[in-house]
């Protein structure tokens, strides 16, 4: 059982540059997000989806695009890769987004130079 | 918008002791839950320990326990006979009950002494 998996694991971008930061969950959860992680900044919650076909945004939404074609995939695009994006990021699924734990991937670096 | 707040940046407990890692959070709603996350140097994210605001009884999970207190909006993560591998960041978070998204504090990083 994979549970969540996230690749790649490290990635450098050049500014302008755009990418897909895969995610992928085989629990068969209804719930993904995606988080960023910084010094001192903690999590926060980019884009999240309680379904196939729905998404939303969370707390920095902006230069993320995201999609749910399928319950088992969520990637994550920059369009336009810049320094500020530069972060390690994780993604996580849980059954439903009440009470269940979230469960992670192993997050991916990313650098944008 | 809700808020978590987790006031140490870092703390440091000798091995075998008690450590309590404080949080607070901001919120009008009644129906929310709370997790406290652990995240070892290793990155992964490992849930520690959940409440649900409707319960009175304080979430244990063997030497973690919480200590919840609603009116004060504070949700403390206790931690007895430390460990060495309990070194990790913790992380405080937040979710109400209406609502789809998970609100994390900024972290505390906990040095374990031996």
């Known amino acids: 059982n994979a549970g969540v998996t996230q690749t790649p694991k490290f990635q450098v971008l050049k500014t302008g540059q755009s990418m897909t930061l895969q995610c992928a969950q085989d629990?068969?959860?209804?719930?993904m997000s995606w988080y960023r992680q910084d010094p001192g900044m903690g999590l926060r919650l980019i884009h999240y989806s309680v379904g196939a076909g729905i998404t939303d945004q969370g707390e920095v939404p902006n230069g993320y695009n995201v999609s749910r074609s399928t319950t088992e995939d969520f990637p994550l695009r920059l369009l336009s890769a810049a320094p500020s994006q530069t972060s390690v990021y994780f993604c996580a699924s849980s059954y439903s987004p009440y009470n269940s734990p979230l469960h992670f991937g192993n997050g991916t670096r990313l650098t944008v130079t | 918008a809700q808020t978590v707040t987790q006031s140490q940046p870092e703390m440091s407990v000798q091995e075998a002791e008690t450590v309590t890692l404080s949080c607070t959070y901001d919120t009008s709603e009644s129906d929310y839950y709370l997790f406290w996350y652990k995240q070892p140097p290793s990155r992964q994210m490992i849930l520690v320990i959940r409440q649900e605001a409707y319960k009175q009884q304080n979430a244990t999970e063997n030497r973690f326990s919480v200590n919840f207190q609603k009116a004060a909006k504070s949700f403390s993560l206790k931690i007895s006979d430390s460990q060495l591998g309990d070194a990790a960041m913790y992380f405080c978070a937040y979710k109400e009950g209406r609502d789809d998204k998970i609100i994390f504090g900024k972290g505390t990083r906990l040095h374990i002494l031996p």
């Open positions: 629990m068969n959860h209804e719930y």
